[in-house]
């Protein structure tokens, strides 16, 4: 049990009806169908709901402890006629409430662990599985929470959102630390910032990787300088910044940030530079080796290939350093890591080598697809189909690139949802075939993953693409398991690669 008031302490709020002071509760909600007595109800306005619509209804399930962030006069209820053990509190902001609020209820937990946040349009999720790595190699005990869910000790619970909502935040904060967790590294989505979710945390080290264009339409961004001011919102909110400094408006960021700053790059002099970038493709091992200038001095064999993922270890090497995590943890760590469905090597032999990779896209096609021919590879093969229900310009924008990119293209299902696979494939095609890209139709995933390595020649790369992590396949409205690293796991063994 807890006074609302002390739940309240780093709120600027109004009393609107009721006496503070001697309301108790004992848990935060934000949805009216867990409203109980002795429970703090938080009203917020949503996309599609409103909740300060519910407030009669939770107020005869016994919820007595309410915030609201609209003016009496539009409240579904009279509250001259309510009754007087009722405590109604106005804030400016329903999102900025919830996160304080449940940072209270669950005693400030990420004051009681080193946050490492990570904002970008690229690289969040794979930088952020790196440090987890080398932290945890380190010995440390570290969280992380992103797009492939929150992991610590073991734990593994799937997320909706890249960043969760504010109040379940702190209560996996709370896990964390009960689980003997002195690390958290989490993904900050610019909707986090928008939306409050991230209020009531400090990060120890905030890293931006880099920005694009991106999320910028109805329910996200109004335009390009909405999302980049969020996305810059994670310096207000460091103790230190980390910036990738061969970013777009790198230096406009640095110079608006509060915070003390550090930078790393590879094409400029900044604090961490990497330089003498080899792609390796060798038996056992598919990846990058370079160096580390400036700050600190490291030889780093990186197995994750291709540039980008030189930038994102730099992030992490330059956060490591500065956290005073140790060279060998940092070097041992690297030369390991894999990350669930981002450039992540599935099988190796001495005939091919099979990647399995987010990219959904035009644009992660390509950088995907031009890293791989940096290793030239006998026959660059891709396996990938598109979403359906979705854009149809990422399906034309796939197959320019496949044509461009790849020697032979492999057509499949991904998660053809609502649409049938073939009227995809067709779409593909649509801009696959008049830039001359070679291709065949398998519209079964399984067969088409199978076929690529039965048929592959020495010396082949085979990137099977979009689904990445992706543990399912959605076909009419139903999602059946599938997870392209265990089948090219079961393929290897069936035909004995």
Request: a negative charge; proline letters at 3%; hydrophobic letters at 35%.
């Amino acid at each position: 049990m807890a006074k609302l008031s002390d739940w309240l302490s780093d709120l600027s709020y109004e009393t609107i009806h009721g006496d503070i002071s001697s309301s108790i509760v004992n848990e935060v909600v934000f949805d009216s169908r867990k409203a109980t007595h002795e429970t703090l109800f938080v009203c917020m306005k949503g996309a599609n709901v409103d909740s300060h619509e519910f407030i009669p209804d939770v107020i005869s399930k016994g919820c007595t402890s309410i915030i609201i962030e609209e003016d009496i006069s539009s409240l579904p209820v009279d509250i001259n006629e309510i009754n007087e053990d009722i405590v109604l509190v106005k804030v400016d902001s329903s999102r900025e409430a919830l996160a304080k609020v449940s940072a209270a209820r669950f005693d400030h937990p990420s004051e009681k662990l080193t946050v490492i946040g990570i904002t970008g349009t690229k690289g969040k999720t794979t930088t952020a599985h790196m440090i987890q790595q080398i932290l945890e190699y380190s010995g440390k005990k570290t969280g992380c929470i992103g797009t492939t869910g929150v992991e610590y000790c073991g734990n593994h619970i799937p997320t909706k959102n890249t960043t969760p909502e504010s109040y379940d935040l702190q209560r996996y904060f709370s896990d964390m630390v009960e689980a003997g967790c002195q690390y958290v590294v989490m993904e900050a989505s610019s909707q986090a910032f928008k939306l409050h979710r991230v209020d009531a945390i400090t990060f120890d080290f905030g890293i931006f990787t880099n920005i694009e264009p991106d999320h910028i339409g109805p329910n996200e961004h109004k335009d390009f300088e909405e999302y980049k001011f969020f996305k810059s919102c994670i310096f207000k909110q460091s103790k230190v910044g980390i910036i990738n400094l061969d970013a777009d408006y790198s230096e406009e960021l640095i110079s608006g940030s509060p915070c003390k700053m550090f930078t790393y790059a590879i094409n400029k002099k900044a604090d961490f530079m990497a330089a003498n970038i080899t792609p390796v493709n060798s038996s056992d091992f598919v990846g990058v080796d370079f160096q580390v200038l400036g700050h600190t001095e490291l030889d780093v064999s990186l197995s994750l290939p291709g540039k980008y993922n030189v930038y994102n270890a730099m992030a992490a090497i330059s956060c490591l350093t500065l956290a005073g995590i140790d060279r060998t943890s940092v070097l041992h760590a690297l030369r390991r890591v894999q990350v669930d469905g981002r450039t992540e090597v599935a099988f190796k032999n001495s005939k091919m080598s099979v990647l399995v990779d987010y990219a959904h896209n035009e644009m992660a096609m390509e950088n995907l697809l031009g890293t791989l021919r940096e290793y030239k590879p006998k026959r660059l093969v891709v396996v990938f189909g598109c979403g359906g229900n979705r854009s149809k310009d990422r399906r034309f924008g796939m197959g320019k690139a496949a044509a461009e990119f790849a020697d032979l293209s492999i057509l499949t299902a991904d998660n053809s949802r609502f649409e049938e696979t073939e009227d995809i494939i067709n779409d593909i095609k649509s801009t696959l075939v008049p830039a001359g890209g070679v291709f065949v139709e398998i519209p079964d995933r399984r067969e088409a993953i199978e076929y690529a390595m039965t048929n592959a020649q020495a010396g082949d790369m085979i990137a099977v693409i979009g689904k990445g992590h992706e543990d399912y396949q959605e076909v009419k409205g139903v999602r059946t398991h599938f997870l392209d690293r265990e089948v090219i796991e079961e393929t290897a063994k069936k035909y004995n690669l």
